[in-house]
T-cell receptor
Framework: AQSVTQLGSHVSVSEGALVLLRCNYS??????LFWYVQYPNQGLQLLLK????ATLVKGINGFEAEFKKSETSFHLTKPSAHMSDAAEYFC????????????WGAGTKLIIKP | DGGITQSPKYLFRKEGQNVTLSCEQN?????MYWYRQDPGQGLRLIYY???????QKGDIAEGYSVSREKKESFPLTVTSAQKNPTAFYLC??????????FGQGTRLTVV
């Protein structure tokens, strides 16, 4: 069965520092991979997605992620953190074996220190 | 503007009551989903529907019911059988390949 592991329920970085949120997945067939962001008391918003093609994917708000098949990873990065990036981030995977149902990671809360 | 509308944003339920959460979408998506979110537990799937007049249980369907009479609408009823309904509920819709679009959520509190 597919699964998604997000390393670290909380990640704290200083404003201006690199943001790295880790996501590893298990899937025996080519996956579609997603990162979503959730601000308090709001719904989830798509940050970026990988379906096919270029493995480095750029999203909104300066975020990007790289699909590494050999490492079964899809880590999310941003070169310089802003206070407005403080939110919860969710990684998700889908593939044809799950009939493209999204399988979710547990989420990582990003804390930005001034 | 296309999107998903959940209402109400806040809902209070007395013990033993059924309450219904509304979810409407105008994105022309076939699939719709209900998730429950508790602090530190991510998203858990309650029910989903891939076509009108058909729906399937998710991981935590007990104490909940849904209907899908129209493509645009997928209401969720939290019944009195749900013993711990206080949570944040999210509705989503999707096209093929899984990309989901979310509503703004309904926060349900038992009083």
């Amino acid at each position: 069965a597919q699964s998604v592991t997000q390393l670290g329920s909380h990640v704290s970085v200083s404003e201006g520092a690199l943001v790295l949120l880790r996501c590893n997945y298990s899937s025996s067939v080519p996956p579609y991979l997603f990162w979503y962001v959730q601000y308090p008391n709001q719904g989830l918003q798509l940050l970026l997605k990988y379906t096919t093609g270029a493995t480095l994917v750029k999203g909104i708000n300066g975020f990007e992620a790289e699909f590494k098949k050999s490492e079964t990873s899809f880590h999310l990065t941003k070169p310089s953190a802003h206070m407005s990036d403080a939110a919860e981030y969710f990684c998700a995977v889908s593939d044809r074996r799950s009939n493209y149902q999204l399988i979710w990671g547990a989420g990582t809360k990003l804390i930005i220190k001034p | 503007d296309g999107g998903i509308t959940q209402s109400p944003k806040y809902l209070f339920r007395k013990e033993g009551q059924n309450v219904t959460l509304s979810c409407e979408q105008n994105l022309n998506h076939d699939a719709m989903y209900w998730y429950r979110q508790d602090p530190g537990q991510g998203l858990r799937l309650i029910y989903y529907s891939q076509i009108v007049n058909d729906f399937q249980k998710g991981d935590i369907a007990e104490g909940y019911s849904v209907s899908r009479e129209k493509k645009e609408s997928f209401p969720l009823t939290v019944t009195s059988a749900q013993k711990n309904p206080t949570a944040f509920y999210l509705c989503a819709s999707s096209i093929r390949f899984g990309e989901a679009f979310f509503g703004q959520g309904t926060r349900l509190t038992v009083v």
